[in-house]
């Protein structure tokens, strides 16, 4: 089963296909470099596509494990994305007669050229889709203590609290004291 759909063998009633991916495939299509900020672990993607005369519908659903690193305490987890999706595709040589189609936002449009369509690339845009900007392990999670750097997840350490109350205050105080007398 695969995320290439031979048009001319879609049947009346469309197609109904279930796809697994991994890691190597997404790589593959979007090569991590120093902007990619996670990984993907198994991707999961479940479709149908029907043809209505030149047009190829195409929708679905997308499961989806990345790999981040959380922006708080740095520690990598696993975030579980889902998504549907659906698109439109029309032979390339088509668009002007479709242009005012076009302001349908619900719809994605696109374009196919021959017998083929490859979703794949439509699918990696998906997931990259659901990274989060700022990706947290949990919205409890209490980050790096930045006196010891601890992960204060797994060792409380009580840092804050101290910077915010007396001993260093009072320390404060002592060292004007002696230099105004
Ligand atoms: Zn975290
Ligand atoms: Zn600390």
């Known amino acids: 089963m695969s995320l290439i759909i031979v048009i001319s063998t879609i049947p009346e009633g469309g197609i109904r296909r279930s ?39 195409v929708s679905g659903q997308i499961q989806a494990t990345l790999v981040m690193v959380c922006c708080r305490c ?9 998504t549907p999706f659906r698109y439109i595709y029309q032979p390339e040589d088509d668009v002007q007669a479709t242009d005012h189609e076009l302001q349908d936002e619900e719809l994605e449009w696109c374009f196919y050229h021959g017998d083929t369509i490859d979703i794949s690339e439509r699918i990696v845009e998906q997931i990259v889709l659901q990274v989060p900007m700022k990706p947290l392990c949990s919205e409890n999670c209490k980050g790096i203590c930045p006196v010891c750097g601890g992960n204060r997840n797994i060792k409380p350490c009580h840092h804050e609290d101290e910077t915010t109350h007396s001993p260093f205050d009072a320390l404060k105080n002592l060292k004007v004291k002696k230099g105004s007398s």
């Open 19 to 57: 796809v697994s991916k991994g890691k190597d495939w997404f790589d593959h299509l979007l090569p991590a470099d120093e902007h990619r900020d996670f990984s993907v672990g198994d991707i999961h993607v479940e479709y149908t596509a029907e043809r209505i005369n030149e047009k190829v519908i």
């Open 74 to 82: 740095l520690e990598k987890f696993i975030l579980h994305v889902g």
